[in-house]
């Protein structure tokens, strides 16, 4: 299912506020992480209300928005998918890494599943 990364009309208006469980879901961080990162001021435009964390949109559109032009400008190798196994590389698709990652935990919870019933 496709992640909604756009905001609604109302949210654009200046000083609106939405909470951290909406900041989530539009960044795909957890709610702790948008908390803890509003709390140490990485998340501009974030306030506590009362025992609730709000986040200003247009202050969040443009922190999303820089640090989409950050990346962009970064010199970091971009990861390409490739392994290397005993001195040579394949390649391997990420969807291809994924399925096998979820087999994985799949087989292991299995396994877990069996040893904890018996």
Known sequence: ???????????LETNYRIRAAEVSRITTLSIRQVQSMAATGRIPGAAKLGEIWTFRVDALQAWIKAQ???????????????????G??????PEASIDEAFE????KRRVNLRATNG
């Open 68 to 86: 989409e032009q950050a990346c962009q400008r970064s010199s970091r190798p971009i990861a390409t998918g490739a392994v290397v196994r005993f």
């Open 1 to 11: 299912m496709p992640i909604k990364t756009t905001f609604t009309n109302a949210a």
């Open 88 to 93: 040579s590389a394949s390649s391997i698709t």
């Open 104 to 107: 994985r935990l799949i087989r």
